[in-house]
């Protein structure tokens, strides 16, 4: 085991604290935080009850410390810098440094600004790890360096390709990403720009049907900060909608400062419903797929790893099936119809096939022959129609 000792030593302690915070809370979103609170808003008041009902909250720290930032209670932001020091919560302690650095004096300052990070001999640092580092190089006013391109890329890796998403670090995720980018306007969605354009509609299509309704609410938390990121995205306006009803509100429950910080109804947002109930990202070779917007409705998860589905009826996976305009045919034999598609919003997709398989298409010397990807999934080109066959070795 190997212990980094992050010093402070860089004269941190001649330097004043900004007002402004640095962290997560730009001035358009205290402004907007602020405003809550004058009106009284469902989100403010959940959370002032949570504040001044529940001591022993898990995330009490970080609850204090956003009270404090919002309203200037001395009181709560002595408690949460208190909180921060004695939890050595290394989330909560540069936030706390942040947010209520006019109430430290010098010996809390520094408490807050060194503290260790252990990592394992050979293991590379997790995202919330480097998250937690970030926010303190950030808080502490030291030298910023690079940001951490190829530790995303490898991360990115097994949030892409293998579907199941860890909410924890998925937020952590995005709380990286939105203080990389306010601190060097780098921003890391750079490293796969394909995919976090369309990651919103992902998430939202990874929800099963059960769900949907009644979300986790690490997943409803992550799903606010990702819209935050870049809520001018087509597909984060669709999450937007779906993450704002009325019934997901947390009323309750470690996520409801969450809630407050993130859930802005002043961004724009299009009615989920509206959006196609499928999604095939062909550079991670994903498929994900909901008969309608029910919470009954048949969903599938096709990927590398195998075929997820709930609800689904008996026998549909050898069976040519519609979700929205995808037309989702099996290779069930050597040869299928690819249907004539006349609407520039429809698809079509075949399945079914080996990683890599090759599909052989046109007729005389016009004869071409293009692999499956690693799901076993085959996009035809707009043009191609008529019979497609399984290439000959």
Same mark, same amino acid.
């Given at each position: 085991m190997i212990?980094?000792f992050?010093?402070?030593?860089?004269?941190?302690?001649?330097?004043?604290?900004?007002?402004?915070?640095?962290?997560?809370?730009?001035?358009?979103?205290?402004?907007?935080?602020?405003?809550?609170?004058?009106?009284k808003?469902?989100?403010w008041?959940?959370?002032?009850?949570?504040?001044?009902s529940?001591?022993?909250?898990?995330?009490?720290? %970080?609850e204090?410390a956003?009270?404090y930032?919002i309203?200037?209670?001395e009181?709560?932001?002595?408690?949460?810098?208190?909180?921060?020091?004695?939890?050595?919560?290394?989330?909560?302690?540069?936030l706390?440094?942040?947010?209520?650095?006019?109430?430290?004096?010098?010996?809390q300052r520094?408490?807050? /600004?060194?503290?260790l990070?252990?990592?394992?001999?050979g293991?590379?640092?997790?995202i919330?790890?480097?998250?937690?580092?970030?926010?303190?190089t950030?808080?502490?006013?030291? =030298?910023? !360096?690079?940001?951490?391109?190829r530790?995303?890329?490898?991360?990115?890796?097994?949030?892409s390709?293998? #579907?199941?998403?860890d909410y924890?670090d998925?937020?952590?995720?995005?709380?990286?990403?939105?203080?990389?980018?306010?601190?060097?306007?780098?921003?890391?969605?750079?490293?796969?720009?394909h995919f %976090?354009?369309?990651l919103?509609?992902?998430?939202?299509?990874?929800v099963?049907?059960?769900?949907?309704?009644?979300?986790?609410w690490?997943?409803?938390?992550?799903a606010?900060?990702l819209?935050?990121?870049?809520?001018?995205?087509?597909?984060?306006?669709?999450?937007?909608?779906?993450?704002?009803?009325?019934?997901?509100?947390?009323?309750?429950?470690?996520?409801v400062?969450?809630?407050?910080?993130?859930?802005?109804?002043?961004?724009?947002g299009? #009615?989920?419903?509206?959006?196609?109930?499928?999604?095939?990202?062909?550079e991670?070779?994903?498929l994900?797929?909901?008969?309608?917007? =029910?919470?009954?409705?048949?969903?599938v998860?096709?990927s590398?790893?195998?075929? !997820? =589905?709930?609800?689904?009826?008996?026998?549909?996976?050898?069976?040519t099936v519609? %979700?929205?305009?995808?037309?989702?045919?099996p290779?069930?034999?050597?040869c299928v119809?690819?249907?004539?598609?006349?609407n520039?919003?429809d698809?079509?997709?075949?399945?079914k096939?080996?990683?890599?398989?090759?599909?052989?298409?046109? /007729?005389?010397?016009?004869?071409h022959? /293009?692999?499956?990807?690693?799901?076993?999934?085959?996009r035809?080109?707009?043009?191609i129609?008529?019979?497609?066959?399984?290439?000959?070795?």
């Amino acid at each position: 085991m190997i212990v980094l000792f992050i010093s402070a030593a860089v004269s941190v302690w001649a330097q004043d604290v900004p007002a402004a915070p640095k962290l997560l809370l730009n001035a358009q979103r205290l402004r907007r935080l602020r405003r809550d609170r004058e009106r009284k808003t469902p989100r403010w008041v959940n959370f002032e009850n949570r504040i001044n009902s529940v001591p022993d909250s898990p995330e009490r720290g %970080f609850e204090l410390a956003l009270y404090y930032a919002i309203t200037g209670d001395e009181a709560k932001g002595r408690e949460a810098v208190k909180w921060a020091i004695n939890k050595h919560d290394f989330r909560v302690m540069p936030l706390v440094l942040d947010w209520c650095g006019a109430l430290l004096s010098d010996e809390q300052r520094k408490k807050l /600004t060194e503290y260790l990070v252990l990592v394992k001999q050979g293991d590379r640092l997790t995202i919330r790890e480097e998250r937690d580092i970030w926010f303190q190089t950030i808080a502490s006013g030291r =030298e910023i !360096k690079s940001p951490p391109e190829r530790f995303l890329r490898d991360d990115l890796d097994r949030f892409s390709r293998y #579907g199941d998403y860890d909410y924890n670090d998925l937020y952590s995720l995005c709380e990286l990403i939105y203080v990389i980018r306010a601190a060097t306007r780098a921003d890391l969605r750079a490293t796969d720009s394909h995919f %976090f354009a369309i990651l919103p509609e992902l998430l939202l299509l990874s929800v099963k049907p059960p769900e949907l309704n009644s979300p986790d609410w690490k997943m409803h938390v992550a799903a606010l900060a990702l819209v935050a990121i870049d809520p001018n995205l087509p597909s984060s306006q669709f999450l937007q909608s779906w993450a704002l009803e009325d019934a997901q509100m947390l009323r309750e429950g470690p996520g409801v400062a969450y809630e407050l910080l993130w859930a802005d109804p002043y961004l724009p947002g299009v #009615g989920y419903q509206n959006m196609e109930p499928w999604t095939y990202d062909d550079e991670h070779d994903r498929l994900l797929a909901r008969a309608s917007w =029910e919470p009954n409705s048949c969903w599938v998860d096709i990927s590398p790893q195998g075929v !997820k =589905e709930e609800n689904c009826p008996p026998h549909w996976q050898s069976q040519t099936v519609t %979700f929205g305009h995808l037309t989702l045919i099996p290779m069930t034999e050597r040869c299928v119809e690819i249907p004539h598609v006349s609407n520039r919003n429809d698809s079509v997709l075949v399945w079914k096939l080996k990683p890599g398989e090759g599909i052989t298409h046109g /007729t005389g010397k016009e004869k071409h022959t /293009t692999p499956a990807d690693a799901a076993g999934i085959w996009r035809p080109g707009s043009a191609i129609e008529g019979k497609v066959c399984i290439a000959s070795h």
